[in-house]
């Protein structure tokens, strides 16, 4: 198993940063993908971003040229940098590690706590 330590929310306002840090330990040989997820109060859980192995990345379209996921594979730690917040932003945010047969859509297994994030306008 692989477990996670999602870490880095914060209360911001609108145009500001923040940056999550997911750091994995246990069978991290296992992880092909490491992806983010948030979900906001009253809305479905949505992928926010994630990374392969390789370094390939994928974001959502709400996100997409505002957050950058990237990892340091020495720290076995996934980062996400989120730039020009928006109130729509504000959701626990969590982290997932991802083998070669999960789905990104629909990750198997439990979640986390996550990172709470509250952007105000």
């Known amino acids: 198993q692989v477990q996670l330590v999602e870490s880095g929310g914060g209360s911001v306002q609108a145009g500001e940063s923040l940056r999550l840090s997911c750091a994995a330990s246990g069978s991290i040989f296992r992880i092909t993908r490491m992806a983010w997820y948030r979900q906001g109060r009253g809305s479905q859980r949505e992928l926010v971003a994630y990374i392969t192995s390789g370094g390939s990345t994928n974001y959502g379209d709400s996100v997409a040229g505002r957050f950058t996921i990237s990892r340091d594979n020495a720290k076995n730690t996934v980062y996400l940098q989120m730039n020009s917040l928006k109130p729509e932003d504000t959701a626990v945010y969590y982290c997932?590690?991802?083998?070669?047969?999960?789905?990104?859509?629909?990750?198997?297994?439990?979640w986390g706590q996550g990172t709470r994030v509250t952007v105000s306008s």
């Open positions: 997932k590690a991802l083998g070669r047969s999960d789905s990104v859509a629909n990750p198997p297994g439990s």
